[in-house]
């Protein structure tokens, strides 16, 4: 048996959330130690592009949000939680 080192990639969606992000890929990242906005972003298979795109946040910010490295406003929260389909304390570290 093969141990796998990285998470499996998950295939994109077209732009947009058309359905809620799934509950046990979000669970499964946030075991893993994946910031919250990552979890439910790769729940919801968007990328950084995709999410930035539905938000109106740039993709620099995401990605610095995600790794921990800028606390993101209420404002920010409210943009990525309304393009994903969430409350912005879902978001919440």
Do not use: F, K
Not at 3 to 12: E, K
Not at 58 to 81: F, P, W
């Amino acid at each position: 048996m093969t141990a796998i080192t990285r998470p499996l990639s998950m295939p994109r969606r077209e732009r947009g959330v058309s359905e809620t992000p799934d509950y046990w890929t979000q669970l499964a990242w946030l075991t893993a130690g994946a910031s919250p906005l990552m979890a439910w972003r790769r729940a919801a298979r968007l990328s950084v592009p995709d999410l930035a795109q539905a938000s109106g946040i740039g993709a620099e910010v995401i990605v610095a949000i995600e790794a921990r490295g800028h606390q993101a406003t209420r404002a920010e929260l409210e943009s990525l939680a309304g393009a994903l389909g969430l409350c912005p304390g879902d978001l919440e570290d």
